[in-house]
C-alpha cells in the first residue's frame, strides 16, 4: 500500500497528503512521517479523506499522537470528513525511510539505518554503523535499547560521543 504517485492523485488528494505529510514524529521531531514512510496513502472515497499510517514497530507509542496530528492537519486543510487507518501489512521497513529522512537524522544525532534485510539488522549487527559526530566507523554498541524502543545505543570510539543509531528493520 504504497503512496500513489502525484500524477494519479486527485487536486484534493494531493492537497490532503501534502497536509499529512508535514506531521512530524514526536520521538524524532526533525522527521516527518512522509520521511519516515510511515505516511502510506491518503485517498479520497465519497467525499472523506482517508489516511492509512503504519507503525515503525507494533506496539509504538507514537501513533496514537501521529494519527491524532494527522486529523488536525486534514482538518486544518480544509477537510471535514477525515479518517485516520492503522495498518500493520505490511509491516514498515526502515527501506521506506528517505534519503532526505536519512540525512536529517544524522543532522540530528543519530545515526540513520543501513539498508539491510539480514536477520540481525534490528540489533545493528554486522552494519557499518557510522558515528553522526565525527563520520567515524570505530563505534560500539552500547545498548540494543535506546532512548526510544525503535534505536540503540552507541558510542564512537574515536570521537568519545555517544549516540542513537536508528534500528533498521
Do not use: Q
Amino acid at each position: 500500500m504504497s503512496a500513489a504517485p502525484s500524477s494519479t492523485r486527485s487536486a484534493a488528494e494531493e492537497r490532503a497528503w501534502t497536509a499529512a505529510a508535514t506531521v512530524t514524529d514526536p520521538e524524532v521531531p526533525v522527521l516527518t512521517i512522509a520521511d519516515l514512510g510511515v505516511l502510506r496513502s491518503v485517498r479520497e472515497e465519497n467525499g472523506r479523506i482517508i489516511a492509512t499510517i503504519t507503525p515503525t514497530y507494533s506496539g509504538c507509542p507514537a501513533m496514537d499522537m501521529i494519527a491524532l496530528h494527522v486529523e488536525l492537519a486534514l482538518r486544518e486543510a480544509g477537510f471535514h470528513d477525515v479518517a485516520v487507518e492503522t495498518t500493520l501489512s505490511p509491516a514498515w521497513t526502515t527501506d521506506w525511510m528517505s534519503e532526505d529522512g536519512r540525512n536529517k537524522l544524522a543532522a540530528y544525532g543519530i545515526a540513520p539505518p543501513a539498508r539491510s534485510g539480514r536477520r540481525g539488522a534490528l540489533f545493528g549487527a554486522g552494519d557499518d554503523i557510522r558515528c553522526p559526530h565525527c563520520g567515524s566507523s570505530e563505534t560500539a554498541l552500547v545498548s540494543a535499547f535506546g532512548s526510544t524502543a525503535c534505536k540503540a545505543l552507541y558510542r564512537c570510539e574515536a570521537c568519545r560521543e555517544p549516540f542513537d543509531y536508528f534500528k533498521c528493520h
